[in-house]
């Protein structure tokens, strides 16, 4: 395949505006936004409502609140241009007073909350020519949503900002707009001190049931936040509330798809894609259609529907301005929440199966408790994992998964957390140096590089001590698990015709599927054949003058005489040639079976592999880290149609 040519691409256009969380900053400022106008317009047009949106840190809550601040206070003339701008007539702006409240950024230490919480609703009031008499947050918020649903229903104008025309009085909508962002925030920055969670969980609950009691003079209502589970929850007794996190119509009102990326940010893929080629950090075959795959494996894959797929924004605009593929989102979004769970006291077994993409959940069940959160559940709040669904051939859906989105989350998640808990007294430059061993066997391991992948796979398991293996080939397998998961999307022992499998890896990119099997011995036991033979040389008569005994030499007595130990690497090194041919015999007999065994399981099925390049992989494991890996290619005479 041709390569595109390198040719520098002309000016960008527009800012990405990194950093800029203000609709209003956005658009005068001349930044990059992506129309979301048409969807918001959707969620604004019933006359009454309150709606929750549970969304991982930085992925546009906060702007979606901005742009809905705007367009209810009638700032007409920032959507030009947008969506909105022509659903809309132009004097059929519905225009109202706005509370708007960001708890992220207001003292939340449980002696300060109430206080703090009560100065932002007095310089709202304020902002509108009154004062405020309560001196309880929730009694306040109340008082302030009355009196702004008293205010005169008409105001002349004093300021361009808010007007449609400046010669008319503006006409008011008599009941106010509630807008709030990170509600969550007081409550998760103290998850592990219950009583501080506590003090702060009872200021809140009086100060959102206001909020219930004051509903019918409230235009509209829009809470975000990370979570929503019981404890947290502070709209238990809200009627009128309506989550909308998991709602289809409203999917994509906050990340970006494939094909808002290449419409907004065209000039910005094709400078990244220059630049990526001149310092030499692209495959120097790579077409711009790869260059935008690899954005797409690396960014791409978050859903709340099971459908749709996102890109993060925070993400791929940190890509664009350092044209280097790295995790961005940890960096700037490091999910206090994940901190506070305190994983470090969890059985490492939970971590094992955290890339397993065959997860149910009950995503409109009942919000979890806390105190009995899976670590599943608890990720999935954060961003580490999404949604997924598989579809019946009438379209209706089967069955809802847990999934981690993208390559970035990956690298994310098991440079900070697993590697960390599978070795907590390795430095931090030695666990990067071993999560650089993973990385290198998922690159070599998809190159097919069979002799310098199962090198690398094999340093990985020399890392791990012998107590740390002693589940045998679930601990192997686990171990590859992990290290595939950079590479693509992984099912542990999915069902196919004839039984489970070990392992399927499909890669990002969704054409090129791996189906694995792993084959462990402690030891290289010869094979029965093998065994056989060499009991008939041993039973069979001598020649010589001297006669042999006629004792029957048993298989077990042989299997136990050529077990060799494989605690070291020096043991490895000091083998000689005979224990080398035991263990090349064993690994190949190894890879014999696993073949047998994805062959007699009549995979793969033509269904769910068309249009698509399958290979099946056979990896042998002897001992504490020989291995052997090798390749077959499936040919479409293989399908069991």
Request: glycine share 4%.
């Amino acid at each position: 395949m041709e390569t595109d040519l390198i040719l520098e691409p002309k000016s960008t256009d527009k800012d990405l505006g990194l950093g800029i969380f203000s609709f209003e900053d956005m658009i005068m400022n001349g930044h990059v936004y992506v129309d979301k106008t048409d969807v918001i317009y959707d969620l604004l047009k019933p006359n009454d409502g309150i709606y929750f949106l549970a969304r991982p840190r930085r992925f546009g809550k906060s702007l979606l609140l901005q742009t809905i601040k705007c367009i209810f206070e009638g700032k007409r003339h920032l959507f030009k241009g947008l969506a909105i701008e022509n659903m809309i007539p132009k004097y059929g702006w519905d225009i109202c007073r706005v509370i708007y409240i960001d708890m992220s950024q207001l003292d939340m230490d449980p002696g300060q909350l109430n206080d703090s919480l009560h100065d932002e609703l007095n310089e709202i009031a304020k902002s509108y020519g009154f004062s405020l008499k309560k001196k309880k947050c929730g009694p306040a918020f109340s008082e302030l949503i009355k009196a702004l649903y008293a205010l005169p229903h008409t105001s002349m104008a004093d300021s361009t900002d808010i007007v449609l025309t400046d010669k008319y009085p503006i006409k008011f909508n008599k009941k106010p707009v509630v807008l709030i962002d990170e509600y969550d925030c007081p409550l998760i920055t103290y998850l592990s001190k219950s009583k501080e969670l506590n003090n702060n969980k009872k200021i809140l609950q009086n100060f959102y049931l206001n909020v219930k009691s004051c509903s019918p003079m409230i235009r509209f209502g829009l809470i975000t936040g990370i979570t929503l589970f019981q404890e947290l929850s502070v709209f238990s007794s809200m009627n009128s509330f309506q989550n909308i996190s998991f709602d289809p119509d409203f999917s994509k009102i906050c990340g970006f798809t494939e094909a808002e990326i290449k419409t907004y940010f065209e000039n910005h893929i094709n400078k990244s894609f220059f630049i990526m080629q001149e310092n030499k950090s692209l495959s120097t075959n790579w077409t711009k259609n790869d260059f935008f795959n690899a954005i797409i494996e690396w960014y791409d894959g978050y859903s709340w529907d099971g459908k749709s797929r996102l890109i993060n924004p925070q993400s791929i605009k940190e890509f664009f301005k350092f044209s280097i593929f790295n995790n961005y989102w940890y960096t700037t979004a490091q999910p206090q929440f994940l901190e506070q769970l305190k994983f470090l006291n969890m059985d490492i077994k939970d971590f094992l199966n955290i890339f397993d993409e065959n997860m149910d959940i009950p995503h409109n069940s009942q919000s979890p408790a806390l105190s009995v959160i899976n670590p599943q559940s608890a990720l999935f709040q954060c961003g580490y994992l999404t949604l997924d669904r598989s579809e019946g051939i009438d379209g209706a859906i089967q069955k809802i998964y847990l999934k981690v989105p993208n390559k970035e989350v990956k690298i994310s998640f098991a440079r900070e957390y697993l590697i960390q808990h599978f070795f907590p007294d390795l430095s931090r430059q030695e666990r990067d140096g071993l999560f650089d061993q993973y990385e290198n066997f998922s690159k070599l391991f998809i190159q097919h590089d069979s002799i310098n992948a199962a090198g690398a796979l094999s340093s990985i398991f020399e890392n791990f001590s012998c107590q740390a293996q002693q589940s045998g080939e679930h601990f192997f397998q686990s171990q590859t698990k992990t290290a595939l998961s950079f590479a693509g999307h992984i099912q542990d022992e999915p069902s196919v015709a004839g039984g489970n499998i070990d392992l399927y890896l499909e890669r990002f990119s969704a054409k090129t599927i791996y189906v694995i099997e792993i084959k462990y011995r402690k030891s290289p036991i010869p094979s029965e054949r093998v065994v056989n033979r060499e009991i008939t040389d041993l039973q069979a008569p001598s020649t010589s003058s001297v006669s042999m005994s006629t004792r029957v030499v048993t298989s077990e007595e042989l299997r136990n005489s050529t077990r060799i130990k494989y605690d070291a690497k020096k043991i490895k090194e000091k083998r000689s040639l005979g224990e080398q041919l035991k263990v090349k015999h064993a690994l190949d007999h190894a890879v014999r079976d696993a073949f047998d065994q994805i062959r007699n399981r009549k995979y793969p099925r033509a269904s769910l592999y068309q249009n698509k390049t399958v290979y099946s992989v056979a990896i042998g494991i002897i001992g504490r880290s020989d291995v052997k890996i090798e390749y077959r290619e499936v040919s479409p005479s293989d399908f069991e149609l």
